[in-house]
């Protein structure tokens, strides 16, 4: 993961405000990174730190369908294969929507339309791309079933979201985002909402599809467990910000930020005893109105005063602490590394 | 407050729309209304006829937002519906075609004339002219004027007539209707005789001075007993007038057209001027009053007046005005005061209502002089042989119509409640000028401590709440705010029901006040025993004077209605005998082809 | 799906007994209890006791109400014989039975009122859903704007002004100002031209109150709509927005439309009583509110049963096309 210019995605200094009746809130504020193809992101964080809100901005969805007040205020860059998607001409961001980028949504069964047959569903997302007819983007559609392991998807195809189970359901939307073999896939927390032993049948399946299509993938989860087998690299967001980013094994083996250690703590941990000693994160996330002051983790941080104030007026910039591994905090390495270290 | 709001603007912009459509109405109505022959002036049919004519043809049209009780002879009770008979009905005798009282004189219709009266006023012999036929070319005869009248008598069929012939020749024969009757006629009543085909003879258990009023209602009508469907003849009434059915659906369609079979020569009375008469029936009385504005239609069949809307409109200008009149309409609108209810069986505290009474406020909520009507000063109003209306024995006209506080203050003092008492006044809920009435009363008592309870009940129930003396009891309706219509223009028809002891009904009653007053019983039995007119109106006007001494009623107005007189109509007057509403029968339309 | 049919069509006619029923308890018991007596009304001013007698056993208001109901009820399955004095009627089923006020038989007469209020209702349906459905769709995608608070500021007029009020400005102002349009009711079948253009008046101003109603509904249900998961997936497949509106938040948000739909025509058919009673249109709501005042029973139950017919009906209806519209919604 580097400042690379040939990266396929690139996002940098992406800032997503909500201006409300409250005030504006910054739910993305600053935020860079790459991702080459073949390569899997994992974003990690709890809810409200702005995950989804960049994935959608990646997307260009924000803004789609809305006027006057709650539109989203978006600045920075985000280039899809070296094309500017920020500032872009919205028709042509759409046509590169479902084609070239696609998404896996949380809740499979509210995602997909009551009304119509998932296969009529899969279908459409194919012919908005394809000048095919009916019989063709059908064939495609069955296909895709066949190929997320749905069985006798020839069948299937005619039924409606709610006759699948919850896995099942999840399989129709990547069959549907995989329909037009996107160079990008972002999935927003693809697990959540189903039971666990599905969750690892989904992940598999994610997973294989990716090393078979050699997409870039996005995962997004508030669960480093979801993304610890999945993801070549992770970058943990905290209010609307990175507070640390680089490869996962860096990440789960050596992280550098107090608020990675809390993820870790709330992980359920099976490869490692230590783990149960680590404390999960207390307190709640913060506004995105008024962030706090300094480092906007202080008020939740239990290391806050060895940074002799500095956490609480200075805002901590991303530093890398080993190779291609970045954190955004005040404590000086050493300290972090011992305090990791004596928490195992 | 923003339910305040809300509903002021709702009102004001009621108002505005009403304003806007007779603005237009009346704009259009001018133009519109030209074409035929020109504004008569204000009341100008009252005393009258508007445009004399004997051109025939065209269409007179009507609005009606109420349909007839029943077309039926024997079963119309409305008012309207007596004045619209004459046109597919005839009576031995009937009302003159004059303008105002002169109406109430009595004409002969199907007879050759006035009843010959024998046996010391029991027994009027009737001839009936030659020439009179049914719409089936068919005589009329003497036979179907005893078959009409019976009808009367089945009274779970023919219902809702007024029963007066009944009354007066059942003569304890309790005879059970033609319906019923194991006469292979029919003709089975025997207080009728039909010598011949063109000769009736009726026979009075006890004479009756009125007794050819009651033959020119409609009750008195024929009836061809081939052509009787029962229950279902209202639907389709067997015509010997000018007129007959060519339609009729309730509340929907009414067309009348010429009855070729009819005979003029036959018929003194009937100019049958249109050659087609229609009835527009519409639900919304403000909108059926911009049609007659409009110039779309002649006149209301019912009668009853324009709306608030429409008069504001008429009477702020002269043209429209001038196509107006302002007839009394018969009603006289009072209070009863009921003595079984304490404290008012004290005739002072009667006396203190009366006089603490603000008669020009109960006037302006009737509608004032013109929509409401004068103020009433006794029972018996103008036209009724024996009234006086300048007998005001509570100068109640006097003042202006001003309470007078200090009486009222010395009557209560002199009935024992020097501070007031409390009562109940009972009105009913669905007439909103007696409700206002209601209000009014309430206001000008209080001023000297008499405080009531308004009880608005529900007026479809009259005859079994107020009706039922019982429940005036039980309730404590010390005053009744009601009206009086009567059947026929004499002190009978007028005075009888409210003021007769022995008219007071368990179920149904009229006399609220349920005054039983022998001296006023025994004054009845006379003035109705008299076929001298002039001695029983003498007997009329002391039973005025002693139910107006007694305090019994508070008269408020002698009724009148702003009714609309299009341009087009000749022949058009006010007759007093069909309670002030226009003479339908003489009617005819200008600019007819 | 038949086995639904046959059980929703028992489920009517029980409906149906129930509605009657109540309507036969509402008329007998409310003048009991308020001391009143039907007959005494069919009574003229002078009658006595025993003519009111007369007219209770010749109505068959002297029978137990029960008796009463059943006989009703057996004159409308198999018809009944009405006797005055040697004349006697048959009446056919389904028998009504005849008017107390008019002597009219009340079926003929219910056919005869029922395409006037069939025909306001269906047309100013059709011109409420238009302008309504559109009028709401348009706000929800311009929330805010210019457009969006000018029509919600009218549907909120519509909502609230009374529909006599409106009545009489479109009279004033289209029929005695302008004399564009009068209103009459010419059957369809006669002139198909006459019939819109008689009734086109009343139509509209009674689609404005509804218009106004459904704007709103549809405005509300629209935007929630636009919230929903499933139009956040429709626009990540990269379909336009005109195809994500039209395909698939309007439908969904036509459902509760149906709804409601199916209540307000079912209701309307009953009888648009006000409106029938401003612009004078000789419909259902016409005889009820005559026969209400009249106190006239077998018109007041044949009105009562037409529009509790039309309310279930309408409802079944809205129950088949829910599941037409919806395939979670199964016919069981």
Redesign the interface.
């Given at each position: 993961m580097t400042d690379d210019p040939e990266a396929f995605l690139s996002v940098r200094d992406l800032k997503v405000h909500f201006p409300t009746d409250d005030g504006l809130v910054k739910a993305v504020d600053g935020l860079s990174f790459e991702l080459a193809r073949g390569r899997t992101l994992g974003i990690v964080g709890e809810s409200g730190s702005g995950k989804s809100v960049t994935s959608l901005a990646v997307m260009g969805l924000h803004g789609v369908g809305q006027y006057g007040r709650g539109r989203a205020r978006i600045s920075g860059e985000i280039r899809l294969d070296g094309q500017r998607l920020t500032d872009a001409d919205p028709d042509a961001v759409r046509r590169l929507r479902g084609r070239q980028m696609a998404m896996i949504f949380q809740d499979p069964l509210s995602s997909l339309h009551p009304y119509y047959t998932v296969g009529r569903q899969i279908s459409e997302a194919y012919r908005v791309h394809n000048p095919v007819g009916r019989a063709a983007a059908r064939a495609r559609a069955v296909e895709l079933l066949g190929r997320v392991g749905i069985p006798r998807p020839d069948r299937r195809f005619d039924d409606y979201p709610h006759q699948f189970s919850g896995g099942m359901r999840q399989r129709v939307m990547i069959a549907m985002a995989l329909v037009n073999n996107p160079d990008l896939l972002i999935a927003d927390e693809p697990t959540t909402a189903l039971d666990v032993t599905v969750q690892a049948q989904i992940l598999d399946l994610i997973r294989d599809l990716q090393r078979e299509f050699g997409s870039a993938v996005i995962v997004i989860t508030h669960d480093l467990g979801v993304v610890a087998e999945l993801a070549d690299d992770i970058l943990v967001m905290y209010a609307g910000r990175c507070v640390e980013r680089g490869p996962a094994e860096r990440v789960f083996h050596a992280p550098q930020h107090p608020y990675t250690w809390g993820l870790l703590g709330s992980m359920p941990r099976l490869d490692r005893e230590r783990g149960a000693r680590l404390t999960p994160v207390r307190g709640a996330p913060p506004s995105l109105i008024n962030v706090p002051s300094g480092c906007a983790f202080h008020p939740r941080c239990p290391y806050a005063e060895l940074t002799a104030g500095a956490s609480r007026s200075t805002v901590p910039e991303l530093r890398e602490a080993a190779r291609r591994h970045f954190a955004a905090c005040h404590l000086p390495v050493a300290d972090r590394d011992r305090i990791w270290e004596a928490s195992g | 407050m923003p339910q305040r709001s809300?509903r002021f603007t709702?009102a004001a912009?009621?108002a505005v729309?009403?304003a806007?459509?007779?603005?237009?109405?009346a704009c259009?109505g001018a133009s519109g209304g030209s074409g035929g022959g020109t504004a008569a002036g204000f009341n100008a049919a009252a005393a009258s006829v508007v445009h004399p004519s004997t051109a025939k043809g065209g269409t007179l049209r009507f609005t009606a937002a109420q349909?007839f009780?029943?077309l039926d002879p024997q079963r119309g009770?409305y008012g309207f519906m007596w004045d619209f008979a004459r046109y597919y009905t005839r009576q031995l005798i009937t009302y003159d075609t004059k303008p105002g009282n002169a109406s109430l004189k009595l004409v002969p219709d199907l007879a050759t004339s006035l009843a010959q009266v024998t046996d010391g006023g029991r027994t009027y012999t009737y001839h009936l002219r030659s020439g009179a036929t049914w719409e089936d070319g068919s005589p009329v005869t003497a036979q179907d004027v005893k078959y009409g009248i019976e009808r009367t008598w089945?009274?779970?069929?023919i219902?809702?007539?007024?029963?007066?012939l009944m009354?007066n020749l059942d003569n304890s024969q309790k005879y059970p209707g033609p319906?019923?009757d194991p006469a292979p006629d029919k003709l089975g009543l025997k207080s009728i005789d039909t010598p011949d085909d063109h000769t009736v003879v009726f026979h009075l258990a006890k004479p009756n001075g009125d007794f050819e009023q009651m033959l020119a209602l409609p009750e008195g009508s024929p009836v061809k007993r081939s052509k009787d469907t029962?229950?279902?003849y209202?639907?389709r009434p067997f015509s010997d007038g000018p007129y007959k059915f060519l339609a009729y659906?309730?509340?929907?369609t009414l067309v009348l057209v010429r009855n070729d079979k009819w005979n003029k020569a036959s018929d003194p009375i009937r100019p049958a001027l249109p050659d087609r008469i229609e009835v527009v029936?519409?639900?919304?009385a403000?909108?059926?009053d911009?049609k007659l504005l409009?110039g779309e239609a002649d006149l209301d069949l019912n009668q009853t007046g324009l709306q608030q809307a429409a008069r504001v409109k008429v009477l702020r200008d002269p043209r429209l005005k001038a196509s107006t009149d302002d007839p009394t309409t018969g009603y006289i609108r009072y209070v009863s005061l009921v003595p079984a209810v304490k404290p008012l069986d004290n005739i002072h505290c009667r006396k203190a209502v009366i006089y603490a009474t603000d008669h020009k406020a109960l006037q302006t909520a009737r509608g004032g002089p013109i929509a409401g009507g004068d103020i009433g000063t006794n029972m018996l109003p103008d036209g009724v042989k024996g009234a006086d209306t300048k007998y005001d024995p509570y100068g109640l006209t006097s003042n202006g119509g001003a309470p007078d506080i200090a009486r009222a203050k010395s009557e209560l003092q002199q009935c024992g409640k020097p501070g007031g008492f409390s009562t109940t006044i009972a009105v009913r809920n669905n007439k909103s000028a007696e409700v206002a009435s209601a209000v009014a009363l309430q206001a000008s008592l209080k001023a000297v401590g008499i405080t009531t309870q308004i009880d608005q009940?529900?007026g479809?129930?009259t005859?079994?709440?107020i009706?039922?003396p019982n429940?005036v009891h039980k309730k404590g309706y010390g005053l009744i705010v009601m009206g009086w219509g009567p059947d026929f223009y004499t002190g009978q028809g007028f005075l009888q029901?409210l003021v007769d002891g022995r008219f007071i009904?368990?179920?149904?009653n009229?006399n609220y006040s349920e005054i039983n007053d022998p001296a006023i019983n025994g004054e009845f039995d006379q003035a109705i025993a008299t076929t001298d007119a002039d001695k029983a109106g003498q007997l009329y006007s002391d039973i005025n004077h002693r139910v107006m001494q007694d305090a019994y009623y508070l008269p408020i107005v002698y009724d009148k209605a702003l009714v609309w007189r299009s341009d087009r109509l000749t022949n058009a007057y006010t007759a007093t005998s069909y309670s002030g509403k226009y003479d339908f029968v003489s009617l005819g339309v200008e600019g007819a082809k | 799906m038949l086995a639904y049919l046959v059980r929703r069509l028992v489920a009517v006619v029980v409906m149906l007994l129930v509605v009657t029923l109540v309507t036969f308890g509402i008329f007998f018991l409310v003048?009991k209890l308020?001391?009143?007596?039907p007959a005494?009304?069919?009574?003229?001013?002078?009658?006595?006791?025993?003519?009111?007698a007369?007219?209770r056993?010749?109505l068959g208001l002297d029978a137990p109400v029960i008796v009463q109901y059943a006989r009703f009820i057996w004159g409308l399955v198999a018809g009944r014989d009405y006797a005055?004095?040697?004349?006697v009627t048959h009446c056919a089923a389904p028998c009504f039975g005849?008017?107390f006020?008019?002597?009219?038989p009340v079926w003929p007469l219910l056919i005869?009122r029922f395409p006037v209020t069939f025909s306001l209702a269906i047309g100013a349906c059709v011109l409420w859903l238009v302008v309504g459905v559109a009028t709401g769709v348009l706000s929800a995608l311009r929330r805010g704007s210019l457009w969006d608070r000018a029509a919600m500021a009218t549907a909120l007029a519509g909502v609230?002004?009374?529909i006599?009020?409106t009545?009489?400005?479109a009279?004033?102002?289209f029929t005695?100002?302008l004399?564009w349009l009068t209103v009459s009711y010419v059957p369809f079948t006669q002139n198909p031209l006459a019939w819109a253009r008689g009734l086109l008046l009343p139509w509209i101003v009674l689609a404005f109150l509804y218009a106004a109603m459904y704007a709103r509904l549809t405005r509300a249900t629209m935007l929630e709509i636009l919230g929903e998961d499933y139009i956040r997936t429709a626009r990540a497949k990269g379909l336009a927005e005109p195809v994500v509106i039209r395909r698939h938040a309007l439908r969904a948000t036509l459902t509760p439309v149906l709804t409601i739909l199916g209540m307000d025509l079912g209701a309307l058919v009953g009888g648009a009583i006000l409106t029938?009673?401003?612009?004078?249109l000789?419909g259902l709501g016409?005889?009820a509110?005559?026969a209400i005042?009249d106190?006239d029973l077998p018109v007041i139950l044949g009105v009562t049963m037409i529009a509790a017919f039309f309310v279930i009906a309408a409802n079944l209806v809205v129950d088949l096309l829910y599941a037409v519209v919806d395939p979670r919604v199964r016919l069981a």
């Open positions: - | 809300t709702l912009g009621s729309a009403l806007a459509l007779l603005g237009t109405a259009s349909d009780d029943s009770y089945a009274q779970d069929v219902t809702g007539g007024p029963i007066w009354q319906y019923k029962g229950a279902k209202g639907l659906q309730p509340n929907k029936y519409g639900s919304n403000d909108d059926l911009s409009n009940y529900d479809a129930q005859p079994n709440i009706g039922v429940v029901p009904l368990p179920n149904g009229n | 003048p308020t001391g009143g007596d005494a009304l069919f009574a003229g001013r002078q009658a006595d006791p025993a003519a009111i007369g007219i056993r010749k005055s004095g040697a004349d005849y008017s006020k008019t002597e009219q005869d609230s002004l009374p006599y009020f009545g009489m400005l009279l004033a102002v005695y100002k004399h029938e009673t401003t612009f004078s000789q016409q005889a509110v005559r005042s106190q």
